[in-house]
């Protein structure tokens, strides 16, 4: 995929993704990208087409101090929309998230939460999740790589 042409393209977010396509919004950060499903490439980070893997597709700062492999909780996210689209979480990924902070029903981690369906996500980014500081990562406030 080029440089992610959807980003270059204006998205209507008043109106539904297009058949077949998947859009995803990173809260607080107001992020939006859209690709048709399956189209992807997988960058190694999570699961292919977990939202880590998107985020790093795209540019999108999801910290990840485990490299993306259900070891930490770092990438942990909060599903504002589009719960039924995503795989169920695995017994690994619930161990783990009983040791996140600000755990709450819609949390997920991002390596794990794989989207399965075209349509539309929302996702947060709990902002005391984020490290500002990491090992050579921009500041997750706007900062590009």
Avoid at 98 to 127: D, H, T, W
Wanted: glycine letters at 8%; proline letters at 8%; one cysteine or more.
């Amino acid at each position: 995929m080029s440089e992610h042409t959807a980003e270059a393209q204006a998205i209507d977010l008043s109106q539904p993704p297009a058949e077949n396509m998947v859009r995803v919004t990173f809260q607080p950060e107001g992020r939006t990208v859209e690709f048709p499903f399956g189209t992807m490439p997988y960058d190694h980070h999570g699961l292919p087409m977990s939202f880590l893997d998107v985020a790093e597709n795209y540019h999108i700062f999801l910290d990840h101090a485990c490299g993306g492999v259900c070891a930490c909780t770092t990438c942990h996210i909060h599903i504002k929309q589009g719960e039924p689209g995503l795989n169920e979480p695995t017994e690994d990924e619930l161990d783990r998230m009983e040791k996140a902070p600000g755990l709450q029903l819609n949390s997920r981690l991002g390596c794990q939460a794989v989207i399965e369906k075209p349509g539309a996500y929302v996702v947060e980014i709990p902002s005391w999740n984020k490290n500002y500081v990491s090992e050579g990562k921009p500041l997750a406030m706007g900062e590009s790589k």
